[in-house]
């Protein structure tokens, strides 16, 4: 991969800043059970159950639209800290709640915590990272992510039953919470952004501790060049030459939902039983085993991203998630009720995991991570993640209806759509940004080469 060696203080920034990339997979995920347990101490009406569970990711979409320019003014370790206190106040309120509303609001305070996180965490890291393995550092935060969505999986069966045991659902969500903010107490600022803010004998100082040695001055220049390049303002993050990144960013966050990620994380129970299996217990374990599957494929994404390159792992990704929601589409359509086709819907779902997780899981945060000039990373970076959120909030909003309205069959069929959509327009512009610097990057757009040899 790299003859670099990986040291120490680069992976504890990587491993406490990816906390919150396992509060982001926590708390999404422990909704779907919890919800089933809050009736015991609420009666709920359907409107104030949706309330609930679409709280997270209205706040998280507009906690990512809303603090764009923060990461960029304020730092990356001061907003770190603040989303580790707003992740702590959420879970507080949401745990010990007295009333529905209460619920809500902290299920709000944790979505802001959770946009605003889910991009400054990968951008943390990215900055603090050296090239040759940034693909790997960043992309623990997406393994964060489903380690953190497998726990909520495993609290919520550990826990359904008990009356109050929503509250321990919820309530789990401090502990790494705690963690991360103390962690952050002791990390330093991001090099890049303190050259940013001309704090250069700082910056210098948290480069050689980041790289365990003070022959730094290659790098350093490397970034300082790239910030002399000329004046920004905010109207810069739309200029003709960052608006080619700013939309292969949107559409890198559009790509990732419409493949239908999160109609399997969210609802997996409802389509096993649509496929014809009853049994609670095995609809449970193969929930289960889908977190298992997630967090297992995203490790090898890990080991693979910088040494089979981007670019190889998106388009076998996606050809592999089009070709799996064919199936299911297929054995909705076929008639389930032979037990082969529903052991093909299962596969099939299994299949789809496997591929989303080494491909455009964590890929769309790598990227977006990479792709944008530093005097614009924090907004760009902020607008491409709101179209994530955006279009998750669609999808996982209009899922039980679409399955209503055109069948699982068709629906699955429309979420394969997407997937080769998808693989086409990547074909055309998904650079390949393997091992090389942020700041040849960013020469590279300066240059106005075409998106896919920005890169090169
Ligand atoms: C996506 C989430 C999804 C998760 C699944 C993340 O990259 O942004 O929406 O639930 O992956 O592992």
Redesign the pocket.
């Known amino acids: 991969m790299t003859s670099k060696k990986l040291n120490f203080a680069v992976c504890l920034v990587s491993l406490i800043a990816a906390l919150a990339g396992l509060l982001f997979g926590f708390d ?1 995920g422990i909704v779907s059970g919890a919800i089933l347990v809050i009736q015991k101490s609420f009666p709920l009406t359907a409107v104030q159950k949706e309330c609930i569970v679409s709280a997270v990711l209205v706040g998280a979409m507009i906690a990512s639209l809303i603090s764009g320019r923060l990461a960029d003014n304020y730092g990356r370790k001061d907003l770190m800290l603040v989303i580790a206190i707003l992740f702590i106040t959420g879970t507080l309120i949401a745990a010990l709640a007295g009333s529905i509303k209460m619920i809500i609001v902290g299920r709000l305070l944790i979505g802001f915590a959770i946009g605003m996180g889910s991009y400054i965490a990968p951008l943390y890291i990215a900055e603090a990272a050296p090239y040759e393995w940034r693909g790997g550092l960043v992309s623990l935060n ?1 393994l964060a ?2 380690i953190g ?1 497998l726990c909520s999986y495993l609290i919520n069966y550990a826990f359904v039953g008990t009356e109050y045991s929503w509250r321990w659902m919820f309530g789990m969500g401090v502990v790494p919470a705690v963690l991360l903010g103390v962690g952050m107490l002791f990390l330093p600022d991001s090099p890049r952004w303190l050259i940013k803010q001309n704090q250069l004998e700082k910056a210098k100082k948290i480069l050689a501790y980041l790289r365990g040695t003070e022959n730094i001055h290659h790098e350093l220049s490397d970034i300082q060049q790239s910030l002399n390049i000329h004046y920004a303002s905010f109207k810069e993050v739309f200029a003709p030459w960052v608006r080619r990144v700013l939309f292969l960013g949107i559409f890198l966050g559009f790509l ?2 419409v493949s239908g ?2 109609t399997i ?1 969210y609802y997996a129970p409802t389509i096993f039983e649509a496929a014809g299996f009853h049994d609670i217990s095995n609809t449970i374990l193969a929930t289960v085993g889908i977190g298992v599957v ?1 967090v297992l494929s995203t490790i090898w994404a890990l080991i693979y991203l910088d040494r089979k390159g981007r670019r190889t792992l998106m388009f076998a990704g996606l050809i592999g998630m089009a070709a799996s929601l064919f199936c299911l589409s297929f054995a909705f359509r076929f008639g389930l009720n032979w037990e082969g086709l529903r052991w093909v819907s299962v596969v099939s779902i299994f299949v789809f995991i496997i591929c989303f ?1 080494f491909s455009l ?1 964590p890929l ?2 790598l990227m977006v991570s990479e792709i944008f000039p530093l005097r614009v990373r924090g907004t760009a970076m902020s607008i491409a993640v709101f179209s ?1 959120w955006f279009w ?1 909030a669609v999808v996982s909003g209009t899922f039980l209806s679409l399955l209503n309205a055109l069948g699982p069959s068709n629906t699955f069929l429309l979420f394969g759509a997407m997937c080769v959509l998808g693989l086409i327009i990547s074909y055309f512009i998904l650079p390949e940004t393997k091992g090389v610097s942020l700041e040849h990057i960013e020469e590279n757009i300066r240059k106005g080469l075409p998106l896919k040899d920005i890169g090169a």
Do not use: F, Y
Request: hydrophobic fraction near 40%; glycine fraction near 6%; charged fraction near 0%.
């Open positions: 999404t997406q992510i489903t969505i990732q939902q990620i999160n994380i997630n997780a899981g769309l945060w994530c998750n």
